[in-house]
């Protein structure tokens, strides 16, 4: 967290080799002294350099001095992120914008490239999030033990968030749990618990994870948490349902049901989208439909939600009913929803498996390959089970028997994987 590392960023975020910046100015050796935190510049360089990089000249000046203006902005934002809606954490960062674009002082300035991963977060825009983390915050050489508590808790935080989000949830996780020794308030430790909770459930450690969410959950009710408590009830039962614990699945999705309010669209959705699920594990196909139709409307009353899962699931279970004659048009508006690459795989899938139905066998081949590739990068265990399962079967009825046979390998090492046995 030095002035170096500072010039350095903002050369590489402009996509400039260090010849750009020093020619004319200062020779490469001493510019290379100075990105290495080697050598201090003078007052007047730093304000060439400041000019050949387009920054204010003040951003490379007094850069270890914080500002109680600053704190106070970085402050609120905080408190947006923890407490208030999307779209009110999406106003403050677009109404202070020039305010915080180039911060002085180089430790409020990292707090804040903190806060904004985590804004990105809040308000879904998981992939900038990720540019974030990895070309600004990666890139700051940082001391842990030189940090005030609060940046190095908040740091570990972003950085077990940034490890969740890119699917590698055992790094995650250990983070987490260090983040959760280093601090005993007991919202603090519902919320870390929780967030365990969820990455040993994507490790298919699924009794692990039900250690975690109940620990949440416990907490949660006795601070009167309501909305955090249905959170938790609905991670609950999906775990059940994973174990096949159905009817425990269910029974938690009911008490999910009984402590949320009017007003809390997101949860009610997500409670009968999962609802849905153990419905359809259960084979009551229609049943499970009208629940998927009831997430699908409540999801349409909040702007960040993802619409995505909920249409695809609805596709699946009009695939299950054999309701064929409205299913092409219902595939058209689940693919315009789509927004990640895990969503296009999880498309392909079912999209395979209609065609599949409809004996269209080139379009199924090449929608179960799409999907069995995202799958595969993406590392969803379950989905590349049910895509390469499919496959073989697929592939041995039509004598294709080498093929066949390494779908199904991978689909016995997806299978164990999945159930934690390697």
């Not at 697929?394 to 046995?421: D, H, I, P, R, S």
Request: aromatic share 12%; glycine share 2%; net charge negative.
């Amino acid at each position: 967290m030095k002035l170096g590392n500072r010039i350095k960023r903002i050369r590489l975020l402009k996509g400039l080799k260090q010849a750009d910046i020093c020619h004319g100015i200062i020779s490469p050796t001493h510019y290379s002294n100075i990105e290495n935190c080697r050598y201090t510049p003078s007052i007047d360089t730093l304000k060439l350099l400041a000019s050949r990089l387009d920054v204010p000249e003040t951003y490379f000046q007094n850069v270890y001095e914080d500002t109680s203006e600053m704190q106070d902005l970085l402050s609120t934002l905080e408190f947006k992120i923890e407490k208030e809606r999307v779209e009110e954490v999406q106003e403050y960062l677009d109404s202070h914008q020039n305010q915080l674009q180039y911060i002085p002082s180089i430790r409020q300035e990292y707090y804040f490239l903190l806060l904004k991963f985590l804004a990105l977060v809040k308000i879904e825009r998981d992939d900038q999030a990720i540019k974030l983390y990895e070309n600004e915050i990666a890139m700051v050489e940082i001391d842990e033990s030189q940090l005030f508590v609060s940046t190095r808790h908040q740091y570990l935080y972003v950085t077990a968030v940034y490890h969740y989000y890119v699917g590698d949830y055992k790094i995650s996780g250990e983070a987490f749990k260090r983040i959760l020794l280093m601090n005993e308030d007991p919202l603090f430790k519902a919320k870390i618990s929780f967030n365990i909770a969820t990455t040993h459930y994507y490790l298919c450690q699924f009794e692990r994870a039900s250690k975690y969410a109940i620990e949440a959950k416990d907490i949660y009710l006795m601070l009167h948490e309501w909305e955090k408590v249905g959170d938790c009830y609905n991670l609950i039962a999906l775990l059940c349902r994973e174990m096949n614990e159905f009817d425990e699945a269910e029974k938690y999705i009911q008490k999910g049901f009984t402590i949320i309010f009017n007003e809390s669209h997101y949860l009610k959705a997500i409670l009968h989208h999962n609802y849905a699920l153990i419905l359809l594990d259960k084979k009551h196909y229609e049943e499970a439909f009208e629940q998927i139709e009831y997430a699908i409307e409540f999801k349409k009353n909040v702007s960040h939600a993802d619409m995505f899962v909920s249409l695809n699931l609805r596709l699946e279970l009009l695939l299950k009913m054999e309701s064929l004659s409205s299913i092409k048009n219902e595939m058209a508006i689940v693919k315009s929803n789509i927004r990640t690459k895990n969503n296009e795989g999880n498309y392909s899938l079912v999209a395979s498996l209609i065609e599949f139905k409809l004996e269209h066998f080139k379009q199924y081949e090449e929608l179960i390959t799409t999907s069995i590739e995202i799958f595969k990068e993406h590392i969803d265990l379950k989905q590349m089970k049910i895509a390469t399962e499919h496959y073989a079967n697929y592939l041995a009825m039509n004598k294709k028997y080498k093929k066949a046979f390494e779908m199904q390998v991978l689909c016995t090492k997806c299978l164990k994987k999945y159930k934690g046995e390697i």
